[in-house]
């Protein structure tokens, strides 16, 4: 959230620290910049602030060797709190996003085996190194929320705040759209099914007899595309974040060496691996294969989605009902099919939004509709990976315009809130400045800091 954003430095790209590190400390002779009660910056940590900048196509204000000390002087009071306050992050919590990191880089890569070539490093020293970056961060997005707290707003004190923007600074808000959808899972022969599960015990035959590994087949025939270019490892995950039916294979496997049986989740069939279990946690390799559907059963699906969508607009019955009774689209049937964004918790979606979040067929076939009219059967991929038809009825379209108290209260409100907190840090900042010991080099005093306060003297 923007309210947090003294946090983004470390949070955003933490990896390149990595990348750059080596880099730094071989050509920049290191010496003490700053020093933020007992917590010093070194110049090395500015280059390297510095490079992660440029890789990440950050343009400065100002002076980046002004900003980027201030901006880590910044973090060290956040860190300093927070050893005060006892605001301890979980070992847990820093080793899910070192290993929510771990992934990403992987994926970006290529290859785990590409990963460590690249930083010349095993993937054990590249965790060491990303610990501490990482548990520093979380520390300080926990410390601002506890400063934040609970910011409470009332209707009469966003209206207020809504009334006193010049005109020039009332956000605009894009197009937005509320949509009704209905699907249909077209029925798949049992005949692909087998050939499926089939494909999946030849795999597991192969690996066990060590004519190849789980990793290379996962790279060539897996279609979960998050995890095959890992070699379908999915990196150290809680139960929760795990389908059940899934959880309860991956969890249950003791033996390193053994492959599950085949099993079914709603997103497919799979074989799966056990690499290793931490506590609570456990890291998998797993590969995902799709029945594939009959183009007859397709425009079976497509038939009986013509025939719905001509009953409703005979007053047969309604879209709602429809999509209660008839939908195959768990997320929204108990709700008459209304999509629902995540971002903002409304139905409303920009029409982006729709594209990325729902899928770009429908945001396709939603632009040529008129408010209330029902589209033509389509088909589209949703968000389990599987080919669907649908149906979609514009309930309503709210066209581009200034934002205003009536129609956009939500996000007016989101940025009082935002404005409200970001006073708080800036606040919390200027008082902590005059309580810690601060001391700069004098070769990098000469700055226009946006905090007045570090030179005491």
């Not at 880089?105 to 930083?119: A, D, F």
């Amino acid at each position: 959230m923007d309210k947090f954003k003294f946090v983004r430095v470390y949070l955003c790209m933490l990896f390149c620290v990595v990348a750059v590190a080596g880099y730094a400390q071989n050509n920049v002779i290191d010496e003490v910049v700053w020093v933020v009660g007992d917590e010093a910056i070194l110049k090395s940590d500015v280059e390297n602030e510095r490079l992660n900048a440029q890789y990440e196509n950050r343009r400065f204000t100002g002076d980046p060797y002004c900003v980027i000390p201030e901006e880590l002087a910044v973090q060290k009071l956040f860190l300093h709190q927070a050893e005060i306050d006892s605001v301890v992050v979980s070992d847990q919590e820093v080793l899910q996003e070192v290993e929510r990191r771990i992934a990403w880089l992987t994926e970006q890569i290529g290859s785990k085996e590409k990963m460590e070539e690249y930083y010349h490093k095993t993937s054990t020293q590249i965790r060491e190194m990303l610990r501490e970056n990482v548990r520093d961060g979380l520390t300080v997005q926990q410390m601002q929320q506890k400063i934040v707290g609970d910011i409470k707003l009332t209707p009469a004190e966003v209206r207020n705040y809504f009334n006193k923007l010049p005109a020039d600074s009332i956000p605009f808000v894009p197009t937005q759209v509320e949509v009704q959808i209905i699907t249909q899972q077209p029925k798949i022969d049992d005949a692909e099914i087998e050939r499926v599960k089939a494909q999946l015990r030849d795999y597991t035959e192969r690996i066990n007899k060590g004519e190849t590994s789980f990793s290379v087949l996962a790279r060539f025939y897996s279609e979960d595309p998050g995890t095959a270019r890992r070699g379908g490892e999915g990196g150290f995950t809680g139960r929760g974040e795990l389908v059940p039916e899934f959880a309860n294979v991956v969890f249950n496997l003791t033996d390193t060496k053994k492959v599950s049986k085949v099993f079914e989740t709603e997103f497919g069939f799979h074989i799966a691996q056990l690499i290793e279990k931490r506590g609570d946690r456990v890291n998998y390799r797993h590969i995902l294969m799709r029945p594939k559907v009959d183009d007859k059963q397709i425009n079976a699906a497509l038939s009986r989605l013509d025939s719905i969508a001509n009953d409703i607009r005979k007053n047969k019955f309604s879209f709602d009902e429809a999509a209660t009774w008839i939908s195959h689209d768990k997320d929204t049937k108990n709700n008459h099919g209304l999509l629902a964004n995540p971002q903002s918790s409304t139905s409303r979606f920009e029409m982006q939004q729709l594209a990325g979040m729902v899928s770009q067929e429908v945001a396709k076939v939603v632009e040529g509709l008129q408010i209330g009219e029902i589209s033509k059967p389509f088909t589209m991929i949703n968000s389990k990976g599987k080919e669907v038809c649908a149906i979609v009825k514009l309930k309503n379209r709210i066209e581009g315009h200034k934002a205003t108290i009536t129609e956009d209260y939500q996000r007016l409100k989101s940025m009082v809130t935002a404005t409200r907190s970001e006073e708080k840090i800036q606040k919390w900042i200027l008082e902590k400045q005059k309580s810690i010991y601060v001391r700069i080099n004098p070769n990098w005093r000469k700055c226009d800091f946006k905090y007045p306060g570090w030179i005491k003297e």
